[in-house]
């Protein structure tokens, strides 16, 4: 099992911290570093605790590339509906380019009407759904190169050109957010390289892995999402780095949340502790 941790673009200290956190973490020896994506605070997002403050998730994913050389970076997850496909498969694909092949999606459809209608989107919050699985295959035609004509439910051009392509190929490694209900069974199918659920239990990890890949028709490796205390002690964070990896987790990226930089730091240090422990 490898161990990411998210750089904290979520709070108040957030444009300093995001500043220093992709090479602290790197040197701490952090398999990967992920962005949450949203745009704007909403009220709806006091529900989950998300406040107003978001450094844009594939601004710092640039930053955090130019200032790391080893781990990979990601979205957890990329809320697709929120920006037009081709556009988002420029951003990424020039991110796959500047980091040497280090990106790695992972993707969703939101859920926040507020956040849709503030960017001009609302009208597409009640199919975010099939437009996530919409963009997201305009998103990897996009990336094989060279000129095409496009016409779906959501999208329509004719006589484009798409360049440069990834580093990566065929692309950049798909990871598909989400628990388990319907919609995401599907999207899961039809085109993740790894599922993405979010605190889920080791045990429930084990059986829902068991339907997903029983309605998949094949065996998709799981990375879990959690959001753990950052006062947890070390052999707390080694007891459940533990469950996760006897429970089949390929990777697990952990969020700390904190109004305190000095706080999420230390937690990430600590994290690292429990991770060599359990090593």
Not at 30 to 58: I, K, N, Q
Not at 171 to 190: D, Y
Request: proline share 6%; charged share 20%.
């Amino acid at each position: 099992m490898k161990l990411g941790i998210t750089i904290p673009n979520t709070e108040i200290h957030s444009p300093q911290t995001c500043r220093m956190f992709p090479a602290f973490a790197e040197e701490l020896g952090f398999d990967s570093l992920w962005l949450t994506d949203h745009v704007v605070g909403a009220r709806a997002f006091a529900s989950v605790e998300y406040g107003p403050v978001w450094m844009e998730a594939l601004s710092v994913m640039s930053y955090a590339a130019a200032k790391t050389s080893r781990v990979r970076i990601g979205t957890s997850v990329l809320v697709l509906p929120l920006r037009d496909p081709v556009y988002t498969a420029k951003v990424l694909s020039t991110i796959d380019n500047l980091s040497n092949g280090r990106l790695v999606v992972a993707v969703g459809p939101g859920w926040s009407k507020g956040e849709f209608t503030a960017l001009g989107r609302g009208a597409l919050h009640e199919h975010r759904g099939k437009v996530t699985s919409d963009a997201l295959e305009l998103i990897l035609r996009c990336w094989q190169g060279g000129e095409f004509s496009w016409e779906s439910e959501f999208f329509n051009f004719r006589n484009m050109e798409f360049a440069p392509v990834p580093v990566q190929r065929p692309h950049p490694p798909i990871w598909v957010g989400g628990l388990l209900a319907n919609p995401v069974k599907e999207r899961v199918k039809r085109f993740a390289d790894v599922w993405h659920p979010y605190n889920l239990t080791p045990a429930q990890l084990v059986e829902n892995s068991r339907i997903m890949n029983e309605y998949a028709g094949r065996d998709i490796p799981v990375s879990i999402r959690l959001t753990v205390d950052p006062l947890s002690s070390v052999e707390q964070l080694a007891q459940m780095l533990g469950g996760y990896k006897e429970a089949g987790s390929i990777e697990t990226v952990v969020e700390f949340r904190a109004p305190q930089a000095g706080t999420v730091l230390n937690a990430a240090e600590t994290m690292m502790r429990a991770w060599q422990q359990l090593a």
